[in-house]
């Protein structure tokens, strides 16, 4: 949003590395090929809009303990 | 590719920009090598994408294919709508793209490696389709001006970039009000520690 986006969707999410011809990181992170789109604000009312009716219920950030896991 | 383990310091941009060159500069060249991520045909098939979108697309530019979405799953391209598609490879989504939107419309390729550059303007040349164009340059520095998108297409692109807030500010700049995103990109569903975020094999691998 900071970008001056609204309506941002998550459309579809799906394992697209799976049999992937060499072996890489995707596994380790449970890495997931997702499409997603969103609009920029027409205008700063709808912006201002959508900044009022933000609301988060997830974390937004990983714990402390989890960024420290060694890879 | 050697390894980068930054310690102490921050992740140099331009030696990650060089890795991520280096890898697609591979995938342009010889795509039949075999990476990370699958590409080609096999990977069109994985995302869904419809087999009339692909009928008049060469096939230099459908095998050197490495996106992670489906961009056109997300809303249909109009007749005379400018798309612009950020991170474009060998051009095959920017080629889809400029057949749904007609003699009246226009698409611009941006990339930053040039023989992914190459394969996509000589993709485009065979097709014959004169409404797109490629140009070299960073996600985070687009070469367009400011709101002469209707719609921005990047597909497994935005997740290499380091500086991720600069390149949406810059899809934002280029997109008319109101314009649409529609990214094909990644999550990941494990936290990355910060340490790992150093590693610059681990942005293409």
């Known amino acids: ?71 | 590719m050697s390894d980068y383990l930054l310690e102490n310091q921050e992740l140099d941009v331009e030696v990650l920009r060089e890795a991520i060159q280096e890898e697609y500069a591979e995938v342009a060249a010889k795509p039949q090598k075999g990476f990370h991520f699958h590409t080609g045909r096999p990977l069109v098939r994985l995302l869904g994408y419809a087999d009339e979108w692909l009928e008049n697309i060469p096939e230099s530019s459908i095998e050197s294919f490495a996106g992670t979405g489906n961009p056109f799953s997300l809303g249909e391209l109009r007749p005379g709508e400018r798309v612009l598609d950020v991170g474009c490879g060998a051009g095959m989504d920017s080629l889809i793209a400029a057949n749904k939107i007609g003699p009246e419309g226009r698409v611009i390729g941006v990339d930053m490696t040039p023989s992914m550059l190459q394969k996509a303007r000589r993709a485009a040349k065979e097709t014959g389709l004169t409404n797109v164009e490629f140009r070299e340059g960073y996600a985070e520095e687009l070469p367009v001006a400011d709101g002469w998108v209707d719609v921005v297409i990047s597909n497994g692109v935005l997740n290499l970039m380091p500086d991720k807030s600069a390149a949406l500010e810059e899809m934002s700049r280029v997109l008319k009000p109101g314009g649409r995103l529609q990214i094909g990109d990644i999550l990941v569903q494990k936290a990355v520690p910060v340490s790992a975020k150093r590693k610059i094999e681990l942005w293409t691998g």
């Open chain 1, 1 to 71: 949003m900071a970008a001056g986006f609204v309506g941002f969707e998550i459309t579809w999410r799906k394992d697209v590395f799976s049999d992937a011809p060499q072996a890489g990181s995707a596994e380790k992170f449970g890495t997931l090929g997702i499409n997603f789109r969103a609009r920029k604000a027409a205008n700063e009312e709808v912006w201002a809009a959508a900044m009022a009716a933000l609301s988060c219920e997830a974390p937004t950030q990983w714990s402390a303990e989890a960024l420290a896991e060694k890879p």
